[in-house]
T-cell receptor, first 114, second 114 residues
Framework: AQSVSQHNHHVILSEAASLELGCNYS??????LFWYVQYPGQHLQLLLK??????LVKGIKGFEAEFIKSKFSFNLRKPSVQWSDTAEYFC????????????FGAGTRLAVHP | DVKVTQSSRYLVKRTGEKVFLECVQD?????MFWYRQDPGLGLRLIYF???????EKGDIPEGYSVSREKKERFSLILESASTNQTSMYLC?????????????FGPGTRLTVT
């Protein structure tokens, strides 16, 4: 069965620190990968996505993620976090079988202190 | 801009009550999804629908049913609410197509069953 693992459930950083959130997946088909973010009190929204091509993907608000096929990983990075990055982050991959279903990781809660 | 709306942000119900959660999307999307979000468990798919009157079970359908009578509306029904159904419920929609895995989410309904 397909799965998505996010290694860190809670991360606490100070402003200007660098961020890397881990995501590993098991998937046998074409790889499409997503990171979603949920800011406090807001709806879940797409941060970035990978479909093909350059394995380094840039998203909104200075986030980027690198697809490393050999490691089945799609880690999220940001060189310098801000207090406004406090949120919960979810990695997701499509489920085989159609209908655009996604399977989500357990999420990582990021708290950035000023 | 895709908009997914949910009927209530907060809901408090008693054990045994029948509960209706409604979701409406305005982008003519074929696919609609209901998830529940619990701390440490991420998003788990309850049911999804790929067309009017068509529905499929997700990973945790027990205790829930759904209805899709119109393309834009997808309802989640808790036949007899129980305390273990206290959770955040998220609705999402997406367009059909090979590359359109992106899902658009509503703001969520936080349901408390007492």
């Amino acid at each position: 069965a397909q799965s998505v693992s996010q290694h860190n459930h809670h991360v606490i950083l100070s402003e200007a620190a660098s961020l890397e959130l881990g995501c590993n997946y098991s998937y046998g088909g074409t790889v499409n990968l997503f990171w979603y973010v949920q800011y406090p009190g807001q709806h879940l929204q797409l941060l970035l996505k990978y479909f093909s091509g350059d394995p380094l993907v840039k998203g909104i608000k200075g986030f980027e993620a690198e697809f490393i096929k050999s490691k089945f990983s799609f880690n999220l990075r940001k060189p310098s976090v801000q207090w406004s990055d406090t949120a919960e982050y979810f990695c997701a991959v499509p489920v085989s079988g159609g209908y655009n279903k996604l399977i989500f990781g357990a999420g990582t809660r990021l708290a950035v202190h000023p | 801009d895709v908009k997914v709306t949910q009927s209530s942000r907060y809901l408090v119900k008693r054990t045994g009550e029948k509960v209706f959660l409604e979701c409406v999307q305005d982008m003519d999307h074929e696919n609609m999804f209901w998830y529940r979000q619990d701390p440490g468990l991420g998003l788990r798919l309850i049911y999804f629908s790929y067309d009017v009157k068509m529905k499929e079970k997700g990973d945790i359908p027990e205790g829930y049913s759904v209805s899709r009578e119109k393309k834009e509306r997808f309802s989640l029904i808790l036949e007899s609410a129980s305390t273990n159904q206290t959770s955040m419920y998220l609705c999402a929609s997406s367009a059909s197509g090979a590359v359109s895995y992106e899902q658009y989410f509503g703001p969520g309904t936080r349901l408390t069953v007492t």
